[in-house]
């Protein structure tokens, strides 16, 4: 039989109805639902709080192995500081978020503001989320402004096509609008109840103005969940864009 673009969806669509984040993270019977491996990749130390801290928490508190990989420590990230001196800072706050969240951290040792795709890195990172054996992987938006987000995500994505598509590849959205741009979600998990539990992790890196991060006119990211939440019909949500589900 011939291939149609209707047959080929509904085959696609087939191979993803096993599995969705957004069934299983919003699922109200979470606890009992089969545990999974989760990883999150982010540029650098608040990336992942800010930009799925609330899903994170979520997963974690079910019970799931949850691991955040920040690609760089923030090295350039606190005006006045040596890199030195802001990676300890950060590497710190970052530790003390993943504890609120309860996630373990790992530091894939890039530098802040020189994030790099090259063959060696992408051996690296991929070895790296190997080792995790995850089931479901987030990371940026491929298309943002900040250099080490695009590389962050862009390492994630080879991983994911060398691994055989075999994990669930999450994209999240950071400071929409001014950094991440043209984001259409495909998924929402309602945040309501770890809401503040993200806040508190976010708050964890003091150098990086949190009350900034979430208020105007820099990222917005109360106003981002308030409305997804409202797109989602929750009070508050994060929301994704899939790449890919296909499970062994």
């Given at each position: 039989?011939?291939?149609?673009?209707?047959?080929?969806t509904?085959?696609?669509?087939?191979?993803a109805?096993?599995?969705?984040?957004?069934?299983?993270?919003?699922?109200?019977?979470?606890?009992?639902?089969?545990?999974?491996?989760?990883?999150?990749?982010?540029?650098?130390?608040?990336?992942?709080?800010?930009?799925?801290?609330?899903t994170?928490?979520?997963?974690?508190?079910?019970?799931n192995?949850v691991?955040?990989?920040?690609?760089t420590?923030g090295?350039?990230?606190?005006?006045g500081?040596s890199?030195?001196?802001?990676?300890?800072?950060?590497?710190?706050?970052?530790?003390?978020?993943?504890?609120?969240?309860?996630?373990?951290?790992?530091?894939?040792?890039?530098?802040?503001?020189?994030?790099?795709v090259?063959?060696?890195?992408?051996?690296?990172?991929?070895?790296?989320?190997?080792l995790?054996?995850?089931?479901?992987?987030?990371?940026?938006?491929?298309?943002?402004?900040?250099?080490?987000?695009?590389?962050a995500?862009?390492?994630?994505?080879?991983?994911?096509?060398?691994?055989?598509?075999?994990?669930?590849?999450y994209f999240?959205?950071?400071c929409?609008?001014?950094?991440?741009?043209?984001?259409?979600?495909?998924?929402?998990?309602?945040?309501?109840?770890?809401?503040?539990?993200?806040?508190?992790?976010?708050?964890?890196?003091?150098?990086?103005?949190?009350?900034?991060?979430?208020?105007a006119?820099?990222?917005?990211?109360?106003?981002?969940?308030?409305?997804?939440?409202?797109?989602?019909?929750?009070?508050?949500?994060?929301?994704?864009?899939?790449?890919?589900?296909?499970?062994?």
């Amino acid at each position: 039989m011939p291939i149609t673009r209707r047959l080929f969806t509904k085959d696609i669509i087939a191979s993803a109805a096993a599995f969705s984040l957004p069934s299983f993270a919003n699922n109200p019977s979470l606890q009992n639902s089969p545990k999974m491996k989760i990883v999150c990749v982010g540029g650098h130390p608040d990336d992942p709080e800010t930009g799925c801290g609330g899903t994170l928490a979520k997963l974690a508190a079910a019970g799931n192995e949850v691991t955040i990989v920040y690609l760089t420590s923030g090295e350039a990230g606190i005006p006045g500081k040596s890199h030195d001196e802001a990676a300890s800072i950060r590497t710190k706050e970052a530790i003390a978020a993943c504890k609120v969240l309860k996630a373990k951290p790992l530091f894939a040792g890039q530098v802040d503001g020189n994030g790099m795709v090259d063959n060696e890195w992408v051996d690296r990172m991929h070895s790296l989320i190997s080792l995790e054996k995850p089931d479901i992987v987030f990371t940026h938006w491929p298309i943002d402004s900040h250099k080490d987000h695009q590389c962050a995500s862009l390492l994630t994505i080879q991983s994911w096509l060398r691994s055989g598509k075999n994990f669930g590849l999450y994209f999240f959205e950071v400071c929409t609008g001014s950094q991440t741009m043209g984001f259409k979600p495909t998924d929402y998990v309602d945040i309501s109840s770890t809401r503040e539990q993200k806040r508190k992790a976010v708050f964890c890196h003091a150098s990086q103005n949190p009350p900034g991060i979430y208020a105007a006119p820099d990222c917005n990211h109360a106003m981002m969940e308030s409305f997804r939440g409202i797109e989602m019909g929750t009070d508050a949500a994060e929301a994704f864009v899939r790449m890919g589900l296909e499970f062994k």
